[in-house]
């Protein structure tokens, strides 16, 4: 069994479209979903009740994550961004090249909704190739992780007291023991809600000195880069 688990807060908008992604999936293997909710204000609950998804009380993402992975009955988990879509193949796919390299755990790249071809293109400098380059001396992973539960319970599940890139942090410590990769034979299609207002550079160039504060001092525990849950359409 895979246990899904999305960190939402107010995501009425986009959770139906990621839980009927998941519900159109050609894979054949049992699934439950898991939604692990801050106290949304919408009917981000309503919704999930409607599509028969456990709920769990959520919090900033490292805290939901763990929160859902604490009752999931699956050997593997997928953690996942409410404002993601899966395509059809997607989890067929994911799993039959994380059997076939003999995966601990995984993350996936990235294709936004209704990109233009020079979008692309951005995307592919400012992410895709740095990736493929420091993977082997920097393991990253965004939005959406699938691992063997064991190991993310080995190695304690996500830091709850990260508040910006606990998702990086979460990659490395997972693969100093164990094997992580990208999957490469498929793809997840999201949202670009995260760049409307302030375009793609910003969003990229303050990851990319977040990766390099954590080289040099460690995880981020302080808010010195003004992280705000799910603040995109506001």
Known sequence: MISIIIPTLN???????????????????????????????????????????????????????NEGAKIAKGDFLLFIDADIVLPKDFLSKAMKEFSEQGLDGASFFIQFIGQSSWEKKLVDVLYKCP????????????????????????????????????????????????????????EILASPRRFRTSGLIKPYSKIFIGNFYMLFFGPIKTNIFNYKFNHYDK
């Open 11 to 65: 995501e009425e908008k986009y959770l139906p479209k990621l839980l009927r992604s998941i519900k159109e999936q050609d894979f054949k293997e049992e699934l439950e979903i898991i939604v692990a909710d801050a106290n949304s204000e919408d009917k981000t609950r309503e919704i999930a009740k409607k599509f028969s998804c456990k709920i769990v009380e959520g919090g900033l993402p490292a805290k939901a994550r």
């Open 131 to 186: 990736v493929k380059i420091f993977f082997r001396i920097w393991p990253v992973g965004s939005m959406i992780f699938l691992t063997k539960k064991g190991v993310h319970q080995e190695i304690h599940g996500f830091d709850e007291e990260i508040l910006f890139l606990e998702d990086v942090d979460y990659t490395r410590r997972f693969s100093k023991n164990h094997k992580y990769r990208f999957i490469e034979s498929t």
